[in-house]
């Protein structure tokens, strides 16, 4: 059974930073991607960044590029989401995401089979 666990959401104000962390668990994530989605209210879910956790292959949204850093760390099972120069737009919920990687952009919150709770952002102009 996969668990995926976030931590580290929490009120920040515009321009500041937050990590977030989220733990996986339940099986060897080897092939495997690890993403991260937020959702703002009245609005849908939305990609943030993508990870694979064999090569560390990255790619994030145009609208967190060169703010956000997405990283694994294999060892420990966890990944990790800095998050830099903070917007009152980053505002909402931060799912952390799994799914089985064959390859190919994972963009769309339908191709993720695992989820966690979210972890909630807020951040204050």
């Known amino acids: 059974q996969v668990q995926l666990v976030e931590s580290g959401g929490g009120l920040v104000q515009a321009g500041g930073s937050l990590t977030l962390s989220c733990a996986a668990s339940?099986?060897?994530?080897?092939?495997?991607?690890m993403g991260w989605f937020r959702q703002a209210p009245g609005k849908e879910r939305e990609f943030v960044s993508t990870?694979?956790?064999?090569?560390?292959?990255?790619s994030y949204a145009d609208s967190v590029k060169g703010r956000f850093t997405i990283s694994r760390d294999n060892a420990k099972k966890k990944v990790s989401l800095q998050m830099n120069s903070l917007k009152p737009e980053d505002t909402g919920i931060y799912y952390c995401?799994?799914?089985?990687?064959?390859?190919?952009?994972?963009?769309?919150?339908?191709?993720?089979?695992?989820w966690g709770q979210g972890t909630q952002v807020t951040v204050s102009s």
């Open positions: 995401a799994a799914t089985y990687w064959l390859g190919g952009p994972l963009r769309e919150y339908h191709q993720y089979d695992y």
């Open positions: 339940g099986r060897t994530f080897t092939n495997y991607a």
């Open positions: 990870i694979t956790w064999g090569a560390g292959t990255t």
